[in-house]
């Protein structure tokens, strides 16, 4: 890292950079977090393809914070994915048209004829084997949604809603919020790569796109070049889905509260380390602006409700 890389240690020491490493990542992984910042390009230079001024405390500071954001993500889906399901299952209920087990048998021979299969595979060491081994033959949508995975159970739910009348507007909010799920269920970092070009190209959501356009002093290019960042776009639209679908105002709240204690504190820790860096800078000021702007939507909302 030192004399190929060009990284410092004169806030973190080497020895302790070694511990960290040794004891709490590994290098691989926290290389990636350099990709945020610029390197030498000067071909006479012996110092080309090092990194400018890069502290080893920089990115370990921003290993730590991506760690705290992918856990905050997992939190935050897994919420969206209980509520969603509380929904589905109230207006089946509710649903004149449905018993609970045509909706199941008709998801399974239109969208997903080999599902069956691949439950009954999986039964034995599943934590669901004996729910899978009651149910097998005739499953209800209360049993069903609770032993499929979460890619499943969104095609379900999207096949549901396809036929009646959703009060939620989730068009094409659901394929981004699965997508941030599984790169946190899988550990893969988050916030490794604010800079362009991004690991895949992405059509913002427009209806997300037209909700934060309403964010006062934020400029439409700023807007637009911020959500070509997947990361970045797939967790403003999880924000906009977990204040869509959540119910309960005590879990919103206590989730709302984690998210602003998280960026206005934990990531302010040593906010000096990222002061020469606009990329990390702007994409911080842009998630904070949408993030204060959903508190405050959701503020007026309930006030109003109360009036």
């Keep these: ?3 190929t890389m060009g990284i410092k240690f004169n806030i973190v020491s080497e020895e302790d950079a070694y511990q960290f490493l040794y004891e709490s990542n590994y290098f691989f992984k926290i290389k990636a977090f350099c990709k945020n910042y ?3 390009i000067q071909t006479n230079s012996s110092k080309k393809g090092q990194y400018i001024n890069l502290e080893f405390a920089y990115i370990k500071e921003l290993s730590t914070i991506d760690a705290i954001f992918r856990k905050i993500v997992l939190d935050m889906v897994l919420d969206v994915e ?5 929904q589905l299952i109230r207006d089946i209920s509710e649903n004149e048209n449905e018993d609970g087990y045509t909706i199941i ?5 239109t969208q997903r004829p080999y599902l069956i299969d691949e439950i009954k595979s999986k039964s034995k060491n599943s934590y669901s084997n004996e729910l899978i081994n009651k149910y097998k033959d005739q499953f209800a949508i209360w049993n069903f949604i609770e032993i499929i995975t979460f890619g499943d159970f969104i095609s379900l739910y999207e096949f549901y809603y396809s036929k009646y009348e959703n009060q939620y507007n989730l ?3 659901l394929l981004p919020v699965k997508c941030l799920r599984n790169a946190a269920a899988h550990n893969n970092c988050l916030l490794n790569k604010l800079v362009p070009p991004f690991s895949k190209n992405i059509e913002p ?3 997300i796109m037209n909700t934060i356009s309403k964010i006062k002093y934020m400029p439409k290019k700023t807007r637009e070049a911020k959500m070509k960042n997947p990361t970045i776009h797939d967790f403003v639209v999880l924000l906009d889905v977990y204040c869509t679908v959540i119910e309960s ?3 919103l709240n206590y989730g709302l509260t984690r998210l602003y204690d998280f960026f206005h504190n934990r990531c302010l ?3 000096d380390y990222f002061e020469n860096n606009n990329v990390i800078k702007s994409n911080y000021d842009f998630l904070v602006k949408v993030l204060d702007f959903y508190r405050q939507k959701l503020y007026n909302v309930c006030t109003e409700q109360k009036a």
């Design 1 to 3: 890292m030192k004399n």
């Design 249 to 251: 105002s005590k879990t």
């Design 105 to 109: 048998d008709s998801f399974i021979n």
């Design 205 to 207: 959501n427009k209806a």
């Design 38 to 40: 610029p390197k030498y």
């Design 269 to 271: 820790k040593h906010k």
């Design 82 to 86: 209980h509520f969603m399901k509380v």
């Design 171 to 173: 068009k094409g909010k």
